[in-house]
């Protein structure tokens, strides 16, 4: 016998509510962007060169920080950019960004806004079609913090 609506309102009104518990953020650690860096590259040798990061060094708010990379290849079948991977060194999630490009993307380039919780290293990282690694890394001064919680 179906229940009655007097019913299932009582059988919802008894229902025990389990608080949900939230953990403060993980701080985050140098240690934290090489765990990201190697699950991007593994093994692979990682070169400088290549990779070009305009990024402001000075930043009054890090809430939104424009940043452009650029990768200098001809962006052709035989030698192009396969993708480009945006880290950060104090951030919970270093890898901030994962960008996918092939020969018809025309421009090996990527423009976007980041969130910096405080003054920290940002690295570039580009994948050749030869499966190569080359990478740049800026330091970027955030004068107001983002990203961070207040506990009161």
């Known amino acids: 016998m179906p229940a009655t609506r007097r019913q299932f309102l009582s059988l919802v009104g008894s229902v025990t509510v389990i608080p949900i518990v939230t953990l403060p953020p993980v701080d985050a650690t140098?240690?934290?962007?090489n765990t990201a860096i190697r699950n991007v590259v593994g093994e692979a040798a990682v070169r400088i060169g290549k990779v070009k990061l305009e990024i402001p060094p000075l930043v009054?708010?890090?809430n939104t920080v424009p940043m452009?990379?650029?990768?200098?290849?001809?962006?052709?079948?035989?030698?192009?950019?396969?993708?480009?991977?945006?880290?950060?060194?104090?951030?919970?999630?270093p890898n901030i960004g994962n960008f996918y490009l092939n020969p018809s993307s025309g421009r090996a380039q990527v423009s976007t806004r980041i969130r910096l919780a405080d003054t920290q290293k940002v690295v570039a990282i580009a994948r050749l079609s030869d499966d190569s690694f080359w990478q740049v890394a800026a330091d970027v001064v955030v004068t107001l913090a983002a990203c961070t919680e207040e506990v009161n």
Do not use: R, Y
């Open 30 to 33: 140098p240690a934290m962007l």
């Open 68 to 93: 452009t990379v650029s990768v200098a290849s001809p962006m052709t079948v035989d030698d192009h950019v396969k993708s480009i991977h945006i880290f950060n060194e104090k951030n919970p999630q």
């Open 60 to 62: 009054e708010n890090g």
